[in-house]
């Protein structure tokens, strides 16, 4: 009895904090197993679930089935702490039904409810789930949180996909067509709501950030976005007047129950400038989510930290004694415990903000369009951040770094004009330790990848610049989806896509990433069917990678990156 009712605590405390599992901070929401069934190319019906960082070593999953004609079981099949299981005796044109039980043995009444997934076998394999939605448009961005509760992800996306850049020149900013919409559905695709964000957000990432994630620590997550007031746009389009807010939307309903000010357009050169904004989760005391804002990218830069309730935790500019901060944001905003002290720090680009909003380092560089913070260099302690500058550089254009320091562990030394895009950092290469890290030219035909400690893999004459990683397959390496395949780094196609790749996260079964696309009318979540021996817990417990795919709903996309413990190559 003592045992089971210390076991029930131990639930309890790790539902709603943090847990340490091997070093490494670990974001506990309450998620149910996630389980999936999928009918493979061979008939085959490939089941996957999750394993989360508080099961106990010895936990055994059971997997059993029943027949929805006959109704009859298939028996259980005992599979240890294995997170995916294809069942090949299955019949074209029957239904099936699955239910997965936990069990640990060395805890007495530990046995989980049972989770259940359900599949009709069409002989037409779709390695995705479909979430329709409610009309003939596609989408920008996708958040994924828990809207109700249930343990279950909901799928939130920003519409149509259109998009205008601050910057006053031919090509770059286009009047809005219409208003943002941000919209709710559940995973079976029922549509929750609608919230329009409207004339005084014009449509492009930058004026239009947002955030969900359980700030409030309610069990139910809730949606943080930029407001405004009626429209007030000039006869051109622009935005330039008019008071500006971040608006909380429940989550359930839409709708708007608090708010507070933006920051201020102050200061800032021009409409270029203070029109690049910023929203962001980050645990700056270790324990408790808090609200980033952040203005300024270019020049000056204006960020804010807010607690749960709207109260301002610190403000911070790039100015007087931070004045060397200034132009130094990147086009994402990266909270990582860079110094290793359980508390967050804001990743801005070259520049680092500490968790008390006092800046801890600069490298007075300029903009960098590729920032990636990461366990890089299995050699060296603690994190590192990898760089690719947009800004022209004679030497260090491509440069690792020391995250907590900005000591450059070693750089490319020959001068950069432009690079661009979103680059790559990944561990996909056997034979090289750590992850590998790749960023090319904007307008040369000049591409580079190296390994974690600086040496100089392939130089390639051309070549995608934005690569997008994903754990794919049966191996710890990543894979990468080129164009509309999924495929090692100079493989055969393992999956064919259709659609816009919008986001890679681990949302639904083990702890491989699934590819979320846009179609016209249609959200889908592609998922491995590949059967592997690994398993580890699910991503998203992995404080720096769920707050990493809470960012993805503004700036430009850098793919989530795990934290120290959990990043695959020590």
């Keep these: 009895m003592r045992r089971n009712i210390l076991y029930l605590l131990f639930l309890v405390i ?9 070093g490494a901070t670990v974001v506990v929401e309450k998620l149910e197993r996630g389980l999936i069934a999928l009918e493979r190319e061979d008939g085959a019906v490939f089941l996957s679930w999750r394993l989360f960082a508080e099961d106990p070593e010895d936990l055994v999953f059971q997997l059993a089935r029943v027949d929805g004609s006959t109704n009859s079981p298939f028996g259980q099949v005992e599979l240890g702490r294995k997170t995916c299981h294809v069942d090949r005796s299955v019949k074209k044109g029957e239904k099936y039904t699955y239910s997965l039980s936990a069990v640990s043995k060395s805890i007495p009444g530990n046995s989980e409810p049972m989770a259940t997934v359900a599949i009709t076998i069409t002989g037409t394999p779709r390695p995705y789930i479909a979430i329709p939605l409610q009309g003939d448009y596609d989408f920008q961005k996708v958040g994924i949180a828990d809207l ?3 343990g279950e992800y909901e799928y939130l996306i920003k519409q149509p996909d259109f998009n205008t850049d601050p910057y006053q020149q031919p090509g770059y900013w286009k009047k809005s067509p219409t208003t943002y919409k941000i919209e709710a559905y ?71 129950v608090a708010q507070t000010d933006w920051l201020t357009r102050d200061g800032f050169e021009d409409y270029n400038y203070y029109c690049r904004n910023f929203l962001a989760v980050a645990y700056l005391d270790g324990k408790t989510p808090s609200l980033i804002m952040q203005r300024g990218t270019y020049r000056l830069i204006k960020t804010r930290a807010l607690d749960k309730d709207f109260k301002i935790l610190w403000d911070w500019q790039a100015e007087g004694e931070y004045k060397d901060y200034r132009g130094q944001g990147s086009h994402g905003l990266i909270s990582a415990d860079v110094d290793r002290d359980g508390r967050d720090e804001l990743v801005l680009g070259a520049a680092v ?59 490319h030394k020959k001068p950069t004009r432009h690079l661009h895009g979103q680059g790559l950092c990944a561990d996909f290469l056997t034979e090289y330790p750590g992850m590998e890290v790749f960023c090319g030219e904007r307008d040369l035909e000049e591409r580079w990848l190296y390994s974690a400690d600086g040496q100089l893999i392939q130089f390639m004459e051309k070549g995608n610049l934005n690569p997008r990683p994903v754990w794919w397959d049966a191996d710890p390496q990543k894979e990468f989806v080129f164009g509309r395949d999924v495929r090692d780094w100079e493989g055969d196609p393992m999956q064919t896509l259709e659609g816009k790749v919008i986001l890679i996260a681990d949302c639904l ?55 120290l413990a959990e990043g695959g190559n020590k």
């Excluded at 790790?14 to 091997?22: A, L, P, S």
Aim: aromatic share 12%.
């Design 14 to 22: 790790v539902m709603f904090n943090f847990i340490v599992m091997d």
């Design 148 to 150: 109700d509760g249930d």
């Design 186 to 256: 559940k995973q079976d695709g029922t549509f929750l709501w609608r919230h329009d964000m409207g004339w005084s957000i014009e449509a492009g990432i930058w004026y239009s950030p947002w955030v969900v994630y359980d700030v409030d620590q309610d069990g139910k997550a809730e949606v943080y976005c930029k407001a405004g007031e009626g429209d007030p746009r000039d006869e051109k389009g622009l935005v330039q007047t008019g008071p500006e807010y971040l608006v909380k939307l429940d989550g359930a309903t839409g709708k708007v």
């Design 353 to 411: 903000l500490d968790d008390d909003g006092q800046g801890l380092w600069t490298l007075k560089m300029g903009h960098p369009d590729i920032c990636y913070v990461a366990d890089i260099h299995p050699g060296h302690p603690g994190l590192e951040i990898f760089y690719g500058f947009e800004s022209r550089q004679e030497t260090d254009g491509i440069c690792v770094v020391d995250a907590q320091s900005g000591k450059k562990l070693w750089a």
């Design 509 to 563: 079964g083990d702890h491989r990433e699934e590819i979320i696309t846009s179609l016209e009318g249609e959200l889908r979540i592609y998922s491995t069917t590949i059967p592997t021996d690994e398993f580890r817990p699910c991503l998203m417990q992995d404080r720096q990678y769920r707050l990493g795919i809470a960012a993805q709903t503004m700036g430009y996309y850098y793919p989530a990156q795990l934290g």
